[in-house]
Nanobody, 117 residues
């Protein structure tokens, strides 16, 4: 059974940094796309960033230059380093793992990120 365990959320002041981690378990994930989505109150869930098994990354425009996604295939973990955080980054952040060209798609429980002074 696939499980995704997120950690690293919290409260941070504007301009601060946080690092989210998502550890996947249950099978190998080296060919899966691993990523982070977020959902703010009253807004739809949106892609923040994802990374392919080969290391190709994609970011939503609003986080380019501030967030960095990375992964460690040896321990099936994906990370999101978030720098220069803004209040508009406040949301629940969800880890996602999906197998390309299939309907296989897994979600984590979500971790709250609050950017406020």
């Amino acid at each position: 059974q696939v499980q995704l365990a997120e950690s690293g959320g919290g409260l941070v002041q504007p301009g601060g940094s946080l690092r989210l981690s998502c550890a996947a378990s249950g099978r190998a994930f080296s060919i899966d796309i691993m990523g982070w989505y977020r959902q703010a109150p009253g807004k739809p869930r949106e892609l923040v960033a994802h990374i392919t098994g080969g290391g190709t990354t994609t970011y939503v425009d609003s986080v380019k230059g501030r967030f960095t996604i990375s992964r460690n295939n040896a321990n099936n973990t994906v990370y999101l380093q978030m720098n220069s955080l803004k209040p508009e980054d406040t949301a629940v952040y969800f880890c996602n793992v999906r197998r390309p060209m299939t309907r296989v798609n897994y979600w984590g429980q979500g971790t709250q990120v609050t950017v406020s002074s």
